[in-house]
């Protein structure tokens, strides 16, 4: 079984598993993975994530948000993977996992799991949170860039004590009307926001927040077709029009290119968060 089939059927553990280079990242430039610990931030069992230090000093912090259009039946194994390379690589990598559709998320409840699994960087002894990079896929994506706004959110619910420096949304959903109107993941917006109507789409939807003061780089697979260029490029070009530091890169492949670090969309993927 592939691992679009798979992704679409929700095995993400058996994804995760089957992803080719999920342990030492072959590519990786002579660095190796220290410990990973597991950190919670609240009571429920989704309210967790996987610290991965890398053996040697840190280029940073990078939060890998998972993907799966908010629902419950995918997980944060789906991150695994890249957490691991991310640590070869020299970061430190929170594989951040929050509650979803399903099991107690959606608007606002993950949006507040968010800010708080950020907040777990703050909690890391040693750490240097000066550049905090979020990484999403897909739902995730649209995760990481709120995360990135939240300092210009300006709302009480949501104060965060670590600053995100940087977003880089792979696949990201960014447009979340859009999405209603091309019925991206068969009503999984809708889905998501429930009841909260134009006011969770205010405040939820990354098109409405632009411009951020930081950094955006969207990763987008030209072939995909779960979630289209289209929504990144929307994005995109709202934010340059309002002079926002953000760019578009389009790469072949599709959806799922992204969440396997054995692609050359990851090898670029690793080379922007450097350049960040």
Not at 70 to 87: H, I, K, N, Q
Not at 178 to 188: M, P, Q, T, Y
Not at 221 to 229: A, K, L, S
Not at 240 to 252: F, M, N, T
Request: glycine content about 14%; hydrophobic content about 40%; proline content about 5%.
């Amino acid at each position: 079984m592939d691992r679009r089939t798979l992704l679409r059927l929700g095995a993400g553990v058996a994804l995760a598993s089957a992803l080719p280079g999920c342990g030492a990242d072959q590519d990786s430039p002579g660095a190796t993975m220290g410990d990973v610990e597991t950190l919670t931030y609240g009571d429920d069992p989704s309210q967790m994530a996987e610290l991965h230090r890398p053996d040697g000093r840190s280029r940073g912090a990078v939060v890998v948000l998972h993907g799966g259009f908010w629902r419950a039946s995918y997980d944060f194994t789906l991150g695994r993977p890249l957490a691991e390379s991310l640590a070869t690589h020299g970061w430190t990598a929170l594989n951040l996992e929050y509650r979803r559709v399903g099991n107690g998320g959606g608007f606002p409840a993950t949006f507040d799991d968010v800010v708080n699994g950020v907040d777990l960087l703050a909690e890391v002894d040693g750490l240097d949170t000066s550049r905090v990079i979020t990484l999403g896929h897909s739902a995730g994506g649209h995760l990481a860039v709120w995360a990135a706004g939240l300092a210009q959110l300006d709302e009480e619910r949501w104060r965060p004590r670590v600053p995100v420096t940087a977003a880089v949304p792979q696949a990201g959903v960014l447009d979340l009307r859009g999405a209603v109107d091309r019925g991206l993941g068969a009503g999984a917006v809708e889905g998501f926001l429930g009841a909260g109507g134009d006011e969770a789409f205010d405040l939820a939807d990354p098109l409405a927040r632009v411009p951020l003061d930081v950094p955006v780089r969207c990763i987008h697979g030209r072939g995909d077709d779960v979630v289209p260029i289209e929504q990144s490029r929307r994005y995109v070009n709202a934010a340059r029009a309002e002079g926002a530091d953000a760019e578009l890169i389009a790469l072949d492949g599709d959806h799922f290119m992204h969440i396997d670090p054995s692609t050359p969309a990851w090898k670029r993927t690793l080379k922007i968060l450097d350049e960040l």
